[in-house]
């Protein structure tokens, strides 16, 4: 007897991979409950010459996604990057305590702008998308001895911008405006749903 070939499953979905090694953006992917893997993608973040910090953070985060999808292209690839904005200038991670002291210094009694971009690729099924958060943060007039007690206690050196709001870097601010909470801390988790769902993952 012939068998009928098999009725494609409709929820079955692509793979989920982050394309980070950020721990905050895998913290927060988490919260939806989806099963993801990881993956480190070998992306080059140096800016280009005049390049505004919207711009980089959406070129990276693009660039990201895509270079993880090359690799698995039946997969719903996820890249990010943030970028502070200072007056136009990028501030980026500061990976050291002294580079973190010059940030910090910089942005006391200062509005900063968080760019925040998520870009989701499937290579299989042509899809790109990429949308962008803006968090507008500012910071009290801090003295040089608050700065160097808060780098001291949390040591936020892999943040772009040396803050942890979700952390003791909330005493550091006055105000956060923006319409998407999590956006701050590394990945929009409203707008990440909104291309998942686009790109055909199933979601609540």
Not at 145 to 173: H, M, T, V, W
Request: proline share 8%; hydrophobic share 40%.
């Amino acid at each position: 007897m012939l068998e009928s070939p098999a009725t494609p499953n409709p929820l079955r979905q692509r793979p989920l991979i982050l394309g980070s090694t950020s721990r905050y953006r895998r913290e927060l992917l988490t919260r939806l409950g989806l099963p993801f893997e990881t993956a480190s993608p070998e992306v080059d973040e140096t800016p280009l010459p005049g390049e505004a910090p919207r711009a980089l953070a959406l070129r990276l985060a693009q660039a990201k996604a895509r270079a993880v999808a090359a690799l698995h292209p039946e997969a719903i690839v996820i890249g990010s990057d943030q970028v502070a904005d200072l007056a136009g200038q990028p501030l980026g991670k500061p990976l050291t305590h002294e580079r973190a002291v010059r940030q910090l210094q910089a942005m006391r009694g200062q509005t900063v702008l968080f760019e925040t971009a998520v870009s989701v690729v499937c290579q299989a099924s042509g899809f790109a998308q990429t949308e962008l958060a803006t968090v507008e943060v500012q910071f009290r007039d801090l003295t040089d001895d608050e700065i160097e007690r808060y780098l001291r206690a949390e040591q936020p050196y892999d943040c772009a911008g040396s803050a942890k709001s979700e952390g003791l870097g909330i005493s550091l601010l006055t105000r956060i405006l923006n319409d998407d909470p999590t956006a701050l801390i590394g990945l929009p988790l409203i707008r990440t749903t909104a291309l998942l769902r686009a790109a055909g993952m199933q979601l609540p």
